[in-house]
């Protein structure tokens, strides 16, 4: 077993995280016992970054102890391992609008007290700037047309100087009439504009069709 980058691991091409909560599954997810440590396999057709660490992903900016901001935690799937990877040192703001998705997600939170579930809009920050902090990474996967603006808005408020965004993109929700490659192109160009460097970026095929997955960092203001 090798870490590929803090917190993650990888065997005969699985990608693995360490089993915060040993015996507890919280996707159906394999896991890997060896010797007193358990290991959960991280599946990239359910997880975007996942995903992109298969296809990839240069650089992983996730280390123990640190503070994320989730956009469109869903039933906490990607949450889980980020959960793992930052440890009960690190905690995870997560924001979800969806009411049925948030009650699945809150027992993923009951067993993981490093995850801060949020019902909350991801367009409008304010409503819950009071319950977070500011953040080394934001992660944005809500699959809207205005996915980058929400990420952008969220990053201002709650990002570090410096700090991470990884943005998924889905392609047809931005615009089905447009070919995917053009929205990538578009969807990066927004991102520049908006002051941050974009330091890698892929297709999710065939994990996730008609996706990519960017990694960008905020320029700090001088
Ligand atoms: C593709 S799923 C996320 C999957 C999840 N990131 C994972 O990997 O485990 C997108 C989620 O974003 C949520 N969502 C979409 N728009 C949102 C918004 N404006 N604010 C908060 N959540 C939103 C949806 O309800 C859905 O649960």
Not at 60 to 84: C, R
Not at 85 to 95: A, D, L, S
Not at 107 to 124: E, G, H
């Amino acid at each position: 077993m090798k870490e590929i980058s803090s917190g993650i691991f990888s065997e005969n091409g699985k990608i693995l995280t360490l089993n915060s909560r040993p015996g507890q599954r919280v996707y159906g997810e394999p896991i890997l016992k060896k010797g007193k440590k358990e290991y959960r396999e991280w599946i990239p057709y359910r997880s975007k970054l996942a995903a992109a660490i298969k296809k990839g992903l240069k650089k992983i900016p996730v280390e123990k102890n640190q503070k994320i901001l989730y956009l469109g935690s869903a039933t906490g799937t990607t949450p889980s391992h980020l959960s793992d990877i930052v440890g009960e040192g690190g905690i995870i703001f997560c924001v979800e609008f969806s009411e049925r998705m948030m009650r699945e997600f809150l027992r993923v939170c009951s067993q993981r007290k490093n995850l801060v579930p949020i019902l909350a809009d991801a367009r409008k920050p304010q409503e819950y700037s009071d319950i977070t902090e500011k953040v080394d990474l934001v992660y944005c996967d809500i699959a809207q047309p205005d996915a980058t603006r929400v990420a952008v808005i969220n990053c201002k408020e709650f990002l570090k100087s410096g700090g991470y965004l990884m943005i998924a993109i889905k392609s047809r929700s931005v615009d089905i009439t447009k070919r995917p490659s053009d929205i990538y192109r578009e969807e990066i160009q927004k991102l520049k504009m908006a002051g941050f460097e974009v330091l890698d970026w892929m297709k999710l095929d065939p994990f996730e069709k008609d996706h990519a997955f960017i990694l960008a960092r905020q320029i700090p203001s001088k």
